[in-house]
């Protein structure tokens, strides 16, 4: 007997068709004409919003690489932050504007730096400053008592701040919604400058440790911020990969990360610099 064809399953509705890559082109193909002034065909343009989306963020380093090039575990690159946020990717390379396309490209920092400021944003912001409150009467009375960092309802970034591989990522939607406002606010006039000046400003705002390696907390007589910190031990981890050594109390990580801030602020404002002279 002749064999039944073979059943093709349920028939549908036609998946829709995604955006088509261009064989052999990558991000750079595209970032490369548009930094060096050329334009790019709508084909193009499609194509580069979608592979800068997927594919721009930095590949980290794996564990095993890490070791075998002297690398620590929590040193190797386990992810970045972008300033502009990355659902911008289309849009960016849509309006072909080689200043805003280098911008979202480079201003970026590791998602370990960001720990949110709680004056801004945090678990309880209330629970927060009773803490800390309660941290400072201990000063005063000069006792040894102390509280871990976990109680104090801290959020950071998705890869970045975490309990016991639990992410505290709390608001983290809220304060990326005011990201793309700054962003959008000086789109389409231009305003590079006057978006360099809010982005830093929200830096400043809404991380601790960007300018100091202070926290916020109730006002108390004569107890000394670093104290109180010192009092604070630091169970949580900044990053996926843990903390660098030696990490005990809040105060050993706002040193940590206050200098890294600082190279990090750096490195931001050179790329800010080196892009903003593309300008016509």
């Known amino acids: 007997m002749p064999r039944k064809p073979k059943s093709k399953g349920k028939v549908g509705l036609a998946k829709p068709v995604g955006i088509v890559k261009i064989r052999g082109a990558t991000s750079n193909t595209y970032l490369h004409k548009l930094l060096s002034g050329q334009s790019l065909t709508q084909k193009e343009r499609d194509a580069l919003g979608q592979l800068v989306k997927e594919t721009h963020r930095i590949t980290p380093v794996s564990k095993a690489k890490a070791k075998k090039t002297g690398t620590s575990v929590f040193d190797a690159q386990t992810g970045y932050h972008e300033w502009i946020p990355t659902d911008s990717a289309f849009e960016i390379a849509t309006m072909a504007d080689p200043v805003w396309t280098g911008l979202y490209t480079v201003l970026r920092s590791p998602t370990w730096l960001l720990i949110v400021n709680p004056s801004q944003y945090c678990v309880d912001a209330q629970a927060y400053k009773q803490l800390i409150e309660q941290v400072a009467g201990y000063v005063k009375a000069g006792s040894n008592q102390t509280i871990n ?36 606010q000086h789109r389409d006039a231009k305003s590079y400058d006057g978006y360099w000046l809010d982005l830093q400003n929200f830096m400043a705002t809404n991380f601790l440790f960007y300018n100091d390696t202070s926290i916020p907390y109730p006002a108390s007589d004569g107890v000394n911020v670093d104290d109180i910190m010192k009092r604070i031990k630091w169970d949580l981890f900044v990053s996926g ?26 490195v931001l404002a050179s790329s800010f610099r080196a892009y903003r002279s593309m300008a016509a």
Do not use: C, K
């Open 149 to 184: 960092a976990s109680q104090l309802g801290l959020v950071g970034h998705s890869g970045g701040l975490n309990q016991a591989g639990t992410q505290l990522t709390t608001h983290q939607s809220t304060w990326h919604d005011e990201l793309r406002r700054i962003f959008t």
């Open 241 to 266: 990969r843990g903390n660098p050594p030696l990490m005990d109390t809040m105060y050993d990580i706002a040193q940590f990360l206050r200098a890294e801030w600082a190279t990090s602020a750096q």
